[in-house]
């Protein structure tokens, strides 16, 4: 099992440690990094900046949102950092929700999300391959253009700049069960947002199509820490605000997905919570066992006797949140 370092999205302003940490990583033998994006930063901006800061490490995304860019812009981003990089870019994709692509990106949720998801993908890959002209008769990613509101003179193109690599590797952030089952399809990997070794249940039915070398790379909190419950608070803080606040509480795929994983009325508690503006009673209604079960978190014993149960699993790589170098080193030695 490879560790990897997930440094999220900014907050009010640059995370000014992100560089060394990372730095930090490549040198403990960390086999990647990664920055996601909401409505602040972005994803490619901040890896790049890592990416001239570093020289071994790989390059993910999770996750560079769907909405944000017409699939050719995407694979532009992930093709020029890639050559800039010496071939470190791993390309990992999130559709988000209904909230958040109409509210912040002002544009219509798709539909059907496994089929605007499936022709991304689908156009990426062609434009890495570069075999000919981007073309697709897509239902939401058309190539050429040829909608109403067009002028009908779109011409498929190639891109200019060769690709590094046609088989640069490309993850989904998927949480439904239907698309991480078309994840293990058309992707090169999975990044599952809530992963817990004791409940791997909850997705076997999704997993069955399995490859060899496909990727599952879960994103945990880690913190080397004397006092657990303490240590839980930035955990409960996290899942507080995604699953009452990171959706409508009629569709909020992460509200869903705690459901799914045992904990339907603590999640439809915290929604009713966060919606009524009780926010800090929301984080508080986190059921501790729940953010402990997706997180390592304690002192370096008991960190060290619950990976096990990650590794027992399928999961390949860790994707790690942590907040400190120390806690970057412990797990470190007790994973590599």
Not at 23 to 38: C, F, I, K, M
Not at 262 to 273: D, F, K, P, S
């Amino acid at each position: 099992m490879r560790l990897g370092l997930a440094l999220g999205y900014w907050g009010r302003g640059p995370s000014p440690g992100h560089l060394g940490l990372a730095q930090e990583a490549e040198r403990l033998g960390y086999d990647s990094v990664w920055t996601s994006e909401a409505w602040g930063s972005d994803a490619f901006t901040a890896l790049t900046w890592i990416a001239a800061g570093t020289s071994r490490i790989r390059l993910g995304t999770a996750v560079a949102q769907m909405a944000a860019r017409t699939p050719t812009a995407t694979a532009m981003h992930a093709l020029t950092l890639d050559h800039l990089s010496g071939g470190r870019v791993m390309l990992g994709l999130g559709l988000s929700g209904p909230q958040v692509v109409e509210g912040w990106y002002g544009r219509p949720f798709p539909s059907s999300p496994l089929t605007a998801t499936r022709e991304y993908v689908e156009i990426i890959r062609q434009v890495l391959r570069r075999e000919g002209p981007v073309e697709l008769a897509g239902r939401f990613h058309a190539h050429p253009y040829t909608g109403e509101d067009g002028t009908g003179l779109g011409k498929p193109l190639k891109p200019i700049t060769h690709p590094l690599r046609a088989d640069l590797p490309l993850l989904l952030g998927a949480e439904g069960p239907k698309n991480i089952a078309q994840t293990t399809r058309i992707a090169d990997g999975w990044l599952p947002l809530y992963w817990s070794p004791l409940r791997t249940d909850v997705y076997r039915a999704s997993l069955t199509e399995l490859r060899d070398g496909f990727l599952i790379a879960p994103l945990v909190r880690a913190q080397v820490c004397d006092d657990i419950t303490e240590g839980l608070l930035p955990v409960k803080a996290m899942l507080g605000f995604y699953i009452g606040g990171m959706g409508h509480s009629a569709r909020n795929f992460h509200a869903d997905l705690m459901a799914r994983m045992g904990y339907e009325r603590e999640a439809r508690h915290i929604q009713r919570l966060f919606a009524q503006g009780r926010r800090e009673e929301a984080v508080l209604a986190v059921p501790d066992a729940f953010a402990d079960e997706i997180s390592l978190v304690g002192p370096r014993e008991r960190i060290a006797e619950r990976l096990e149960s990650w590794r027992a699993g399928p999961v390949t790589d860790l994707l790690v949140t942590a907040p400190d170098p120390r806690t970057l080193r412990v797990l470190a030695e007790l994973a590599l």
